[in-house]
C-alpha cells in the first residue's frame, strides 16, 4: 500500500458526460501528480500540483482540468468524455516537487480506470 | 526534453535465468532514472532509481540497475528470475529531479517456468 487512494477504482460512463476522478496523497505529500495510462499512448503525464498551485502541465486536454484544495487532495475532473479516454488514471505524490537525492520519492496510488461507452 | 525508450515490449526468461530489460534515455542535464513495477490491477511501485552517485543501484527484489552516461543508458538487472517477478516494468526520467517523470512504453517480462 503506497499511502495514495484514488477513488473510484472503477467508472463506466457514456459519451459526452462528465466526471470526477479524486486522489488523496500520502500524509505529508504536498506534491500530487496525475497520469493517464492507455495502450496506445502508454504512460502520459498530464498536470503536476504542488501546495494547491498547478507546477506542471503535461499532455492535459483542455477539457480535463484539475485542482488541488487546501486540504491537498486533489480532483482531476474529465468532461464531454468521447470513448478514446477510455483509460487508467493515476495519481502519485511526493513531499515536494523536486526529486532529491534525500529520499524523496514520487508513490503511486492503484489508478482509477474509466471506461467511456 | 526527456524521453525514454525500453527496447522490446515483451520479455520472456526461463526461471532463474538472467533477466535483462533495456532502457535508454534522452536529457539535455544531468536524468534523474528511475525504474518502477507494475503488477496486474495494482498501481506503479518504485523499484530503484538513480539520482547522483554511485552509478550501480540496487533496489527492492534483487534488481540493480547501472547508469551509463556514455550509452545514455540504465538497464535494469536481475541474475535469477523468479515467477513472482511477471510484471510491467516501466523506466522513467526526470530532468535534474526538476521535472515531472516521464515514462517508457514498458517492458512486459513473462517468467517461464
Known amino acids: 500500500d503506497s499511502g495514495v487512494t484514488q477513488t473510484p477504482k472503477h467508472l463506466i460512463t457514456a459519451t459526452g458526460q462528465r466526471v470526477t476522478l479524486r486522489c488523496s496523497p500520502r500524509s505529508g505529500d504536498l506534491s500530487v501528480y496525475w497520469y493517464q495510462q492507455s495502450l496506445d499512448q502508454g504512460l502520459q503525464f498530464l498536470i503536476h500540483?504542488?501546495?494547491?498551485?498547478?507546477?506542471a502541465k503535461g499532455n492535459i486536454l483542455e477539457r480535463f482540468s484539475a485542482q488541488q484544495f487546501p486540504d491537498l487532495h486533489s480532483e482531476l475532473n474529465l468532461s464531454s468524455l468521447e470513448l478514446g479516454d477510455s483509460a487508467l488514471y493515476f495519481c502519485?505524490?511526493?513531499?515536494?516537487?523536486?526529486?532529491?537525492?534525500?529520499?524523496?520519492?514520487?508513490?503511486f496510488g492503484e489508478g482509477s480506470w474509466l471506461t467511456v461507452v | 526534453a526527456q524521453s525514454v525508450t525500453q527496447l522490446g515490449s515483451h520479455v520472456s526468461v526461463s526461471e532463474g535465468a538472467l533477466v535483462l530489460l533495456r532502457c535508454n534515455y534522452s536529457?539535455?542535464?544531468?536524468?534523474?532514472l528511475f525504474w518502477y513495477v507494475q503488477y496486474p490491477n495494482q498501481g506503479l511501485q518504485l523499484l530503484l532509481k538513480?539520482?547522483?552517485?554511485?552509478?550501480l543501484v540496487k533496489g527492492i527484489n534483487g534488481f540493480e540497475a547501472e547508469f551509463k552516461k556514455s550509452e545514455t543508458s540504465f538497464h535494469l538487472t536481475k541474475p535469477s528470475a523468479h515467477m513472482s517477478d511477471a510484471a510491467e516494468y516501466f523506466c522513467?526520467?526526470?530532468?535534474?529531479?526538476?521535472?515531472?517523470?516521464?515514462f517508457g512504453k514498458g517492458t512486459r517480462l513473462s517468467v517461464i517456468a
Open positions: 500540483y504542488y501546495n494547491g498551485e498547478e507546477r
Open positions: 502519485a505524490s511526493s513531499v515536494s516537487g523536486i526529486l532529491t537525492s534525500s529520499g524523496n520519492t514520487i508513490y
Open positions: 522513467a526520467v526526470s530532468a535534474e529531479g526538476n521535472t515531472p517523470l516521464v
Open positions: 536529457s539535455s542535464v544531468p536524468p534523474y
Open positions: 538513480y539520482t547522483t552517485g554511485a552509478t
